[in-house]
């Protein structure tokens, strides 16, 4: 990936932030022990809660990866594009958090979830042209949005 330490300020810093954007919904719509979520029937693929903070974070960490290297290696109208889609599909992502556990609302948790995979599927795309390592990192995040986008439907299914 080229890294060299001179990039370690830069690339610490938009891993900072996109952690921090992400996890900052999940501060406002806490869902502990006896929330509304932990009343909902869960689907036969729930994963435990213990393991979304884990996950969450390695996503947003590879985030931060790939929108520094779309920032340091793109130019122009390409770069401005990637990352404007980056900002939109990230808005969505926090949208959704807000929608499905602040709301309570699970079908519109599921037309956010929808929105959100097809602007990780634009971003992915944008990246990948500026930098194809970028654009791999968003890979594990589509896999983990498509799989969130499962359970989402599952939970309206069932609930």
Known sequence: ??????DLPGVALAVVVCN???????????????SWYDTLAQP????????????????????????YLVLRDGSGRQRTVAFSLFV???????????VFFGGQNIPGGLAVIAA????IAATLAAFYRVRPAAGALLVPYLAWVS?????????????
Not at 20 to 34: E, I, Q, R
């Open 1 to 6: 990936m080229d890294l060299s330490r001179s």
């Open 20 to 34: 921090a954007v992400g996890a900052a919904p999940a501060l406002v719509t806490a869902t502990g022990s006896g």
């Open 44 to 67: 036969a693929l729930a994963p435990p809660n213990w393991m979304f903070g884990p996950v969450w974070t390695l996503l947003f960490t590879l985030l931060g990866v790939a929108a």
């Open 88 to 98: 939109a599909q990230y808005a969505l992502n926090v949208a959704w958090t807000l």
């Open 116 to 119: 959100l995979w097809a602007g």
């Open 147 to 159: 799989f969130a986008a499962y359970l989402n439907y599952a939970f309206w299914a069932l609930n």
